[in-house]
């Protein structure tokens, strides 16, 4: 039980990462189609379904296993992004906002991309559910700020914004 509830905590950390982050976009923008909320989180249902599962075939190694990769991975996560956040801290304080906004449009290229390649693999349902706003919000930005690091394999991330329209 101990086990399940820190997978549980790990994936209410991960909503509010996803909600936080979808809120902040929808800001400039029209609001999304479906709410963000803990019953009709795809992600977290996955998680609960695959808990759920490990537990009722008394999977306690692997479900081990699987605590100390979603841990080790979120603090992964929350080292690199401290990092990030204290560069761009110092950068800003210290007048560089070039070098701030290159690293911010590094990171929302590495991001496109990022997010291209899993949503592909996401189930159809997941994507609907996800849709694709924030792809579209960073093509419109994109396209009024270019930039020459990452364009052929955002041209492709952007691809998936013409394949859903065409469907």
Excluded at 55 to 78: G, H, I
Excluded at 86 to 105: F, P, S
Excluded at 128 to 136: A, F, K, P, R, T
């Amino acid at each position: 039980m101990k086990i399940s509830r820190k997978l549980i905590q790990i994936g209410m950390v991960s909503v509010i990462s996803i909600a936080l982050t979808w809120w902040c976009v929808a800001q400039n923008s029209v609001p999304t189609k479906k709410p963000i909320t803990g019953d009709s989180n795809p992600a977290l249902n996955r998680l609960n379904a695959l808990v759920s599962y490990l537990e009722a075939n008394n999977q306690t190694n692997t479900l081990k296993l699987f605590n100390e990769y979603s841990s080790s991975s979120l603090a992964l996560q929350n080292s690199a992004e401290m990092g990030v956040t204290l560069h761009i801290l110092m950068a800003l304080r210290e007048g560089r906002t070039n070098d701030v906004m290159k690293l911010l449009e590094s990171r929302l290229d590495s991001d496109i991309v990022g997010f291209a390649a899993n949503y592909k693999q996401m189930p159809e349902t997941d994507q609907e559910w996800l849709g694709l706003h924030s792809l579209s919000e960073a093509q419109r930005y994109r396209s009024k700020f270019p930039s020459k690091d990452f364009s052929n394999y955002v041209a492709q991330a952007f691809e998936l914004l013409n394949k859903k329209d065409n469907k």
